[in-house]
């Protein structure tokens, strides 16, 4: 295990060691994850029942909804808190933490199917270090997927043996991985559905009552406790117009076929071989989103696995080997999503994921279909520890040879220098002592002192209608605020999330002209007390514009200048 920890250091580096004021890359989503686990651990110990009604996008109820709550990895990352005191350095050593805790579980995973240590060593690695994985290290709720891995395996033990003991197991990790992620927790879904038919195939007689009743007692039972968490998602989904991927949004972001020969720039050998594929693909998605080459070593070992199985597999191992392969199959044509692009060409070609999207729970919120794509690394993994079984058992019959223990030592260096990655590219963010002094000035306010900080996103006739999201100004401007607003929690208008509320686009058309008469009614319509106009992000003329205004109008009143932070309360 401490094997395990050193490789996760490794391949994250150097989030050990900057992490404190650091975050991968730029400042937006990493930031948000800093936000939404310091907001999680304030409210779970203090107000629990309040946990979703978060300080940003105020007046709107439900906020921490409109992206992932992380509810389990908030609290995996307490004691992380408590020593650190720091959210950024709290959120980037749970990145560290997640990515030892998938080697983990594939390799429980795969050394209870195979009995092989060293093949749950090369499952370990080749799940958790899969270069789409590596490619989402600034997505810290991507990053938490251990407990796929250890919720399948309680479902082949509960299959296997019928007690349960298993089956609650599986009920208790399904859960925790959908109070990490809701994508996981749909995924691990959609796997659970596999698992189950490719079972009625082979042993239909399997399926008792008492097999089926435990099952589904265990689903209900799960069901229930996710519900509660589940409830202001609902919540927000009626009321928000805006809450809901559309078709044409999935499409966006559904891969092309050719995507699983491009490996992210994050992977040391292929990054750079097939840098040429990766620039193609920014015109949909993003190079992030579609990025799936699952590595070279994990897919010949993979095949050999599978053909080693077929031709050798006894027992459990015929039905492994069939649900795994399926699983591949069943995920590569999910993770084209509802589209089908073939080295750029739209194919008119209906896709299953339209199905589901229409009529599963939960798939109209899931943007990216491509994220399918750590199913396919984790079949891959468990095919790839049956093949280095296979390899050692044949070599073992050389008695006293050391060929075995060469084999796997050669087989995991191969897999290292597959799978390693760069060192990160990293991007300094301001620790709390560094906040704008605005900041400090704000948390000693009395009560929630509702705040609305200016310019919001620029209000652009295209991207408006797109979305707000794709406004260039929107990420600079609003990350940071949410973050530094771990210092304050005070109430905001502002917020920065997977989701932008309907309130944010009306205060950005009546913004648009600030200063003005329609920006002042509008902010104190949704009860803003305070305004916070940064100067730096303003042109001088205008900024002068809202110097002139508060000189000439009594419902706008300068109350603090910081720097060239200017603080307006509305009365």
């Not at 930031?31 to 110990?45: E, G, H, I, K, S």
């Not at 109209?364 to 491509?370: C, H, L, Q, Y």
């Not at 009306?506 to 916070?532: K, T, W």
């Amino acid at each position: 295990m401490l094997g395990f920890l050193v490789l996760a250091i490794v391949f994250t580096r150097p989030l050990l060691t900057e992490g404190n004021d650091h975050t991968y890359k730029d400042p937006y989503d990493p930031t948000l994850q800093a936000w939404t686990l310091a907001w999680d651990t304030r409210a779970l110990t203090s107000e629990p029942f309040d946990l979703f009604n978060a300080n940003i996008f105020f007046p709107n109820p439900y906020t921490l909804a409109y992206s992932d709550a992380q509810v389990v990895t908030a609290v995996l990352s307490m004691p992380i808190r408590a020593v650190t005191g720091n959210p950024l350095q709290t959120s980037n050593y749970m990145v560290i933490f997640n990515f030892f805790l998938c080697e983990v579980g594939a390799y429980f995973l795969v050394l209870h199917l195979t009995g092989s240590r060293a093949a749950g060593v090369v499952a370990g690695i080749a799940y958790a270090f899969a270069p789409p994985r590596l490619a989402h290290m600034g997505h810290l709720q991507i990053t938490a997927a251990a407990f796929i891995p250890l919720a399948l395996l309680f479902l082949h033990r509960f299959s296997e043996e019928g007690k349960p003991r298993d089956a609650a197991l599986f009920g208790l990790f399904a859960v925790l991985q959908t109070l990490s992620t809701w994508y996981y927790g749909l995924i691990l879904g959609f796997a659970v559905i596999v698992f189950l038919i490719v079972r009625l195939v082979m042993r239909p007689k399997a399926f008792t009552l008492k097999w089926v009743g435990t099952f589904l007692l265990v689903l209900v039972v799960s069901g229930a406790v996710v519900a509660p968490f589940a409830r202001p998602y609902l919540k927000v989904h009626e009321t928000e117009p805006r809450f809901e991927r559309k078709v044409s949004e999935v499409d966006l972001f559904s891969p092309d076929i050719r995507d699983y020969a491009i490996a992210p720039q994050e992977n040391l050998i292929w990054g750079s071989v097939t840098s040429g594929l990766r620039e193609e693909t920014d015109s949909r998605g993003g190079q992030t989103e579609r990025s799936l080459f699952t590595g070279l070593v994990p897919l010949l070992l993979g095949i050999a696995g599978a053909v080693y199985l077929f031709a050798r597999g006894r027992g459990a191992a015929r039905f492994d080997v069939r649900f795994y392969v399926t699983l591949v199959a069943a995920s590569f044509v999910m993770s084209l999503g509802t589209s089908l692009y073939l080295f750029g060409h739209r194919l008119n070609i209906w896709m299953p994921y339209e199905f589901f999207y229409r009529f599963f729970p939960g798939f109209k919120a899931m943007r990216v279909p491509g994220r399918f794509v750590i199913l396919i690394g984790l079949s891959l993994a468990v095919l790839s520890g049956f093949a280095v079984k296979g390899i050692v058992s044949y070599l073992s019959r050389y008695r006293g040879s050391f060929l075995p223990a060469l084999a796997c030592i050669v087989i995991v260096a191969l897999l290292l220098a597959d799978l390693m990655s760069v060192n990160l590219p990293m991007f300094r963010v301001p620790t709390d002592d560094e906040f704008p002094s605005v900041y400090t000035w704000l948390k000693e306010q009395p009560g929630e002192a509702p705040t609305a900080e200016l310019p919001l996103a620029d209000y652009d006739r295209d991207t408006f209608t797109a979305g707000l999201q794709y406004e260039p100004t929107w990420a600079p401007r609003e990350a940071l605020r949410t973050y530094y607003s771990t210092l304050h929690w005070k109430k905001l208008f502002n917020g920065y999330s997977g989701y932008i509320p309907d309130s944010y686009y009306r205060g950005v058309r009546a913004a648009r002209d600030f200063p003005s008469q329609e920006a002042v009614d509008f902010f104190r319509g949704e009860g803003v007390e305070y305004l916070i106009v940064h100067g730096k992000e303003l042109e001088s003329a205008r900024l002068t514009s809202v110097l002139a205004w508060d000189e000439a109008h009594d419902d706008m009143r300068q109350v603090g200048r910081f720097g060239t932070d200017y603080v307006f309360s509305i009365r």
